[in-house]
């Protein structure tokens, strides 16, 4: 049952014309990955690879996230990925507050369906789409509780390919995320 919702809400997502990023698209890329893992990633936006063939983090960015998923002790088929929209900004620009606010009914009914117990923040622009914070830094590498949901906050990897130091710190927050996660598996 729930599979099928969650089917059909990605055809609506296909479908969807309700903002102009719908105009410049090749795919809608809905996300993916598996239902019940309790775990969902939510990043910001697809870049060019995604836009191609529909599926979240499959470019350069998507590597970076494999090999954090790895250091985390996580396997990717074992999430469910998605971002704050479904469809590529021009120029890979940060979507803009009608694109974020248009979408956000998409992201909510994935979230509603799936019911994570925990989601992966990538990202400033994901950060404040879901919790209104804008503060990386301050909430990085912990899990953190906003209106009874968990989540876990890091940079997104696209900015650890383009600052040694995010890579860093990346690094650092999937090994602490391996921690919390096997400290949650035993409660």
């Keep these: 049952m729930k599979d099928r919702k969650l089917y059909d809400l990605a055809e609506d997502i ?23 893992s309790g775990i969902l990633i939510v990043g910001e936006a697809p870049g060019a690879e995604e836009d191609r063939l529909g599926q979240p983090f499959v470019g350069r960015a998507g590597k970076l996230l494999n090999e954090l998923l790895e250091t985390a002790g996580i396997d990717r088929s074992d999430v469910f990925i998605t971002n704050c929209v479904k469809c590529r900004p021009p120029k890979n620009r940060n979507p803009n507050t009608l694109e974020l606010k248009t979408c956000k009914k998409w992201l909510d009914s994935q979230i509603a369906l799936l019911k994570p117990k925990l989601i992966i923040i990538l990202g400033r622009v994901a950060l404040k789409n879901l919790t209104g914070k804008e503060k990386i830094k301050d909430l990085h590498g912990k899990v953190s509780e906003f209106d009874g949901q968990k989540y876990f906050v890091t940079y997104h990897p696209s900015a650890g390919l383009r600052f040694k130091w995010i890579k860093e710190v990346l690094f650092e927050d999937a090994k602490n995320l391996k921690k919390i996660l096997a400290h949650l598996k035993n409660k």
């Design 14 to 36: 296909r479908k969807c014309t309700s903002c102009p990023l719908s105009r410049g698209r090749t795919l809608a890329v809905p996300g993916e990955g598996k239902i019940d």
